[in-house]
């Protein structure tokens, strides 16, 4: 069941007597129960109706007893016991049972990591069951966007989905990275007006920035956040598709000097021949933006630039260019060059002449009819 769904059956039912909320996702998770909380019980209440336990430090016994307390002075009384998934089958099983026993003003909040299927079956009996995962990294886009707007920011998703790759899908990560950009951006004063005057001042940042959303750039991303390795990646073999060798360089120098792998900066490589390679074969056989996006299963906004960068190179340099990536790994591994001059070499390749002439773009497409797309 959804919070969402949890809220409406609180409203509709009333609240039922145990709650596990578990999963991976600990930042919604953590906003989830303070929801419940606050529908549970006022905060007036709570002072001595609102017992929060750890599992990993209280016995089993403790929690119980917490659990079968009579509210004092108030209609109902809550307990929150985290970590629970740290307690074994049997203590577990315990807590559960005793829901069944609890005066029925009482309510309690379980929280957990990922738990066995066993236990979210029990759980389901005993009460109700929110699973909170991972986010995919869709998902994580369209929540920098909605978080950034809630914030005072204008996040476009070409800069969101850089801040996902500097951050990964870790939303309270997530979360503490964007109030640092909102403070940062928040705190810039507009034009004509003073750091410590007017309504770009730190106490009214928040509700300025909701009246008038500020724009977020990458350079502020990368000045804030910081460049990750993926990031750094990702510029990577963008430059080289748009077959700058200059800017392709420098971030391989970047990344050498981090001590990545070589042979991971030469997969990237390959993978973004390939994408561009299949976004060109789709373009040929005249399928537009919106239906390469759907066939690749990519954003459209990414799907555009990969044909942006597919229209620098012919399908010939396309093909060869897999080739040059297959010699440089082959180089790589078996040691007959140092790793960084084998990935030089591949660059200046690639970005200069990668080593075919270009051909009639009507040819390409007659030839490529009936071609098979590769899949990345």
Not at 300 to 306: A, G, I, P, Q, S
Request: charged fraction near 25%; aromatic fraction near 4%; hydrophobic fraction near 45%.
């Amino acid at each position: 069941m959804s919070v969402d769904g949890v809220i409406r059956d609180i409203r509709q039912k009333g609240l039922r007597g145990l709650y596990l909320l578990c999963g991976e996702e600990t930042f919604l998770r953590d906003r989830a129960l303070s929801q419940l909380v606050d529908e549970a019980l006022a905060p007036e209440l709570r002072e001595f109706n609102l017992a929060v336990l750890d599992a990993e430090s209280c016995p089993v016994e403790e929690i119980i007893n917490a659990m079968m307390a009579s509210p004092v002075f108030a209609p109902r009384r809550v307990s929150i016991v985290k970590s629970f998934d740290s307690l074994k089958a049997a203590g577990q099983a315990q807590v559960l049972k005793a829901a069944s026993r609890m005066p029925k003003a009482n309510v309690v909040f379980l929280l957990a990591g990922p738990v066995s299927d066993s236990t979210m079956k029990a759980a389901s009996k005993a009460g109700r069951v929110v699973e909170f995962k991972p986010l995919y990294e869709g998902e994580a886009v369209k929540w920098v966007v909605r978080r950034g707007e809630q914030l005072g920011l204008r996040i476009g998703y070409p800069v969101a989905h850089h801040i996902v790759a500097s951050c990964g899908c870790d939303l309270r990560l997530l979360a503490t990275e964007l109030d640092k950009l909102a403070t940062y951006v928040g705190g810039q004063p507009r034009e004509g007006e003073s750091a410590g005057k007017g309504p770009g001042r730190e106490g009214d940042r928040h509700l300025t920035n909701a009246r008038h959303p500020t724009n977020v750039t990458i350079d502020q991303v990368d000045l804030i956040i910081g460049k990750s390795a993926e990031v750094t990646v990702f510029d990577l073999v963008e430059a080289i598709g748009m077959r700058d060798a200059r800017k392709a360089l420098e971030e391989l120098k970047f990344l050498m000097d981090r001590k990545e792998d070589p042979v991971k900066i030469t997969g990237s490589i390959a993978w973004q021949v390939r994408t561009v390679l299949q976004s060109k074969l789709l373009r040929l056989k005249n399928l537009p933006a919106q239906g390469i996006a759907n066939e690749m299963k990519k954003p459209l906004f990414v799907v555009r630039k990969y044909l942006a960068q597919a229209q620098n190179f012919s399908l010939e340099e396309l093909e060869n260019a897999i080739h040059l990536v297959l010699r440089c790994d082959l180089d790589i591994k078996a040691g007959q060059i140092p790793a960084r001059v084998a990935l030089e070499r591949l660059i200046i390749s690639l970005c200069h002449n990668a080593g075919t002439q270009r051909r009639d773009p009507a040819k390409q497409r007659r030839d490529l009819a009936q071609a098979p797309v590769p899949v990345s």
